[in-house]
């Protein structure tokens, strides 16, 4: 097999200098998770520079070192590639290799779905050739270029995360990935500390049909109340064919139905004129609509529908983003719901609504454990008080919450519902622990920085 990148390649790619001859196999910017072969990129953050790490690198195996200089405790036989700036030769290496690929790319974009889109189509396109995907949620400005970096030389089809927190970051991605297909799952008031409306969140997230190849298409969720602010931003951008995926009518991909199967859903859908049955596996309405757009993703780039769509039924949802596991409940289990990676409004209410359409076992009950929604600005104390109702909705029996902003939902739940709040989520904890019993439901949502994962490590420490 040849090697992803040859020291010509390189150097050629980047206008750095080699010291020594290298092949790579991969790309690394972090010494503990290299593997023997790659080519360590020594990224310098704010809190730490790769060139520190440059020796351990080595000491892992590495084939060679992306560096600005040659670190003092390097030998003199290491194979370093020289750059002006690390960033930048990462960079120049995703241009280079976005350039020499024939690979069929589609990025995802959203506020809320993105990964598990993303995973959705890393099966459904691999069911049909060799396929490239992003690593974990690395959609940011390193994440972008490292991920298309890494692309093998004989990737079929190719998909990339795209992320943002302000303007102009989609834009600068984008640029890197120029995509046959750009798909945009649910857009909700995520980051409304920095864009201050949704209407300049769609914005901001349209940025990703400026770099979509001519010919290429642009699909939206219909179901979106931004739908045609999205389509209308396409039209600016000169992308010729827009499609749209939901459950409204008319929709280009359009859910049918939906009923749980197990641990999972059987879907009907009509794409883009035709019917399918499939199955995926894990259940929620989100799921289910972003499952359609990644099968209007695979028929915008001419795929095999009924093969990609069967590959979806080995899905299960990602850690932080809807897995379930069960934990040890008195003379019982519970079942517990991790979605403790990050919230916002919209993902909150589609986590309620899973919560909602499961069952308890034997006198169990339904239980949201919450954490504050962050980056929401101004208005964060009224989203937050507006969770009440879908709470309610989901028909919760106790609700325990944690931060600042969740105190406005806290103050409006009625006493029936309230189990515990705290101020930090170490704060709850305890009270959410000895509170579980058999047959509960629980659910653990929160943004990253509210750290819901505490309560996910005390539920684990309980034993299946």
Same mark, same amino acid.
């Given at each position: 097999?040849?090697?992803?990148? +040859?020291?010509?390649? /390189?150097?050629?790619?980047?206008?750095?200098?080699a010291?020594?001859?290298?092949?790579?196999?991969?790309?690394?910017?972090d010494?503990?998770?290299?593997?023997?072969?790659?080519?360590?990129? /020594?990224?310098?953050?704010?809190?730490?520079?790769g $060139?520190d790490?440059?020796?351990?690198a080595?000491?892992a195996?590495?084939?060679?070192?992306?560096?600005?200089?040659?670190p003092?405790d390097?030998?003199?036989?290491?194979?370093?590639?020289?750059?002006?700036?690390?960033q930048?030769g990462?960079?120049d290496?995703a241009r280079?290799?976005?350039?020499?690929?024939?690979?069929?790319?589609v990025?995802v +974009?959203?506020s809320?779905?993105?990964?598990?889109?993303k995973?959705?189509?890393?099966?459904?396109f691999?069911?049909l050739?060799s396929?490239?995907?992003?690593?974990?949620?690395?959609?940011?400005?390193?994440?972008?270029?490292?991920?298309?970096?890494?692309?093998?030389?004989? +990737?079929?089809?190719?998909?990339?995360?795209v992320?943002? &927190?302000?303007?102009?970051?989609?834009?600068a991605?984008a640029g890197?990935?120029?995509p $046959?297909?750009?798909?945009?799952t649910t857009?909700?008031?995520?980051?409304?500390?920095?864009?201050?409306?949704?209407?300049?969140?769609v914005?901001a997230?349209?940025?990703?049909?400026e770099?979509i190849?001519l010919?290429?298409?642009?699909?939206?969720?219909?179901?979106?109340?931004?739908?045609?602010?999205?389509?209308?931003r396409?039209?600016?951008?000169?992308?010729g064919?827009?499609?749209?995926?939901?459950?409204?009518?008319g929709?280009d991909?359009?859910?049918v139905?939906m009923?749980?199967?197990g641990?999972?859903m059987?879907?009907e859908?009509?794409?883009?004129?035709?019917?399918y $049955?499939?199955?995926i596996?894990?259940? @929620?309405?989100?799921?289910a609509?972003?499952?359609?757009?990644?099968?209007?993703?695979?028929?915008?780039?001419e795929?095999?529908?009924?093969?990609? /769509?069967a590959?979806?039924?080995?899905?299960?949802?990602?850690?932080?983003r809807?897995a379930?596991?069960?934990?040890?409940?008195g003379?019982?289990?519970? +079942?517990i719901i991790?979605?403790?990676y990050?919230?916002?409004?919209?993902?909150?209410?589609a986590?309620l609504?899973?919560?909602?359409?499961?069952?308890?076992g034997?006198?169990?009950?339904?239980?949201?454990?919450l954490g %504050?929604?962050?980056?929401? @600005?101004?208005?964060g104390?009224?989203?937050?008080?507006?969770?009440a109702?879908?709470?309610?909705a989901?028909?919760?029996?106790?609700?325990?919450? &944690?931060?600042t902003?969740?105190a406005?939902?806290w103050?409006?739940?009625?006493?029936?519902?309230?189990?515990?709040?705290?101020?930090?989520?170490? %704060?709850?904890?305890?009270?959410?622990?000895?509170?579980?019993?058999a047959g509960?439901?629980?659910?653990?949502?929160?943004?990253?920085?509210s750290?819901?994962?505490?309560?996910i490590?005390?539920l684990?420490?309980r034993?299946?």
């Amino acid at each position: 097999m040849s090697a992803l990148w +040859t020291s010509a390649e /390189a150097q050629s790619a980047t206008l750095g200098d080699a010291t020594h001859a290298f092949e790579v196999n991969g790309l690394s910017i972090d010494t503990r998770t290299l593997k023997p072969g790659d080519l360590f990129v /020594a990224l310098k953050g704010d809190a730490r520079d790769g $060139h520190d790490f440059v020796r351990a690198a080595f000491d892992a195996k590495a084939g060679a070192a992306l560096v600005t200089h040659a670190p003092t405790d390097v030998t003199n036989d290491s194979a370093l590639l020289l750059v002006a700036n690390t960033q930048r030769g990462l960079e120049d290496l995703a241009r280079a290799s976005r350039a020499r690929s024939r690979a069929k790319i589609v990025a995802v +974009t959203g506020s809320v779905g993105k990964t598990t889109t993303k995973e959705m189509l890393r099966l459904a396109f691999g069911a049909l050739g060799s396929t490239w995907a992003s690593a974990a949620s690395y959609n940011n400005h390193w994440g972008v270029p490292l991920s298309l970096a890494s692309m093998p030389r004989t +990737t079929e089809f190719g998909v990339f995360e795209v992320g943002m &927190n302000h303007f102009g970051e989609i834009r600068a991605l984008a640029g890197f990935v120029h995509p $046959h297909v750009a798909l945009v799952t649910t857009i909700a008031p995520a980051h409304l500390e920095f864009f201050g409306t949704c209407e300049a969140i769609v914005d901001a997230k349209s940025e990703i049909f400026e770099a979509i190849l001519l010919g290429g298409a642009a699909l939206i969720p219909s179901d979106s109340p931004y739908a045609e602010r999205l389509k209308a931003r396409a039209k600016q951008f000169g992308v010729g064919r827009i499609l749209t995926f939901g459950s409204e009518a008319g929709s280009d991909a359009r859910l049918v139905s939906m009923s749980e199967s197990g641990e999972g859903m059987k879907l009907e859908a009509d794409i883009l004129g035709r019917n399918y $049955h499939f199955r995926i596996g894990a259940p @929620g309405a989100h799921i289910a609509s972003n499952a359609v757009g990644a099968m209007l993703a695979v028929a915008a780039l001419e795929g095999d529908i009924p093969n990609a /769509a069967a590959a979806l039924a080995s899905f299960s949802a990602l850690k932080g983003r809807g897995a379930r596991f069960t934990v040890s409940a008195g003379d019982g289990t519970a +079942t517990i719901i991790d979605e403790s990676y990050n919230a916002n409004p919209a993902s909150m209410t589609a986590a309620l609504a899973l919560l909602g359409s499961t069952e308890p076992g034997r006198g169990g009950r339904r239980i949201a454990v919450l954490g %504050d929604m962050l980056e929401m @600005g101004p208005e964060g104390e009224a989203l937050h008080a507006a969770l009440a109702h879908d709470i309610e909705a989901a028909k919760t029996d106790l609700v325990f919450a &944690n931060g600042t902003q969740m105190a406005a939902l806290w103050a409006a739940l009625p006493a029936s519902r309230k189990g515990a709040y705290g101020a930090t989520s170490r %704060d709850v904890v305890e009270k959410v622990s000895g509170a579980v019993r058999a047959g509960d439901v629980v659910l653990v949502k929160g943004s990253l920085g509210s750290k819901m994962a505490v309560f996910i490590d005390a539920l684990k420490a309980r034993g299946a």
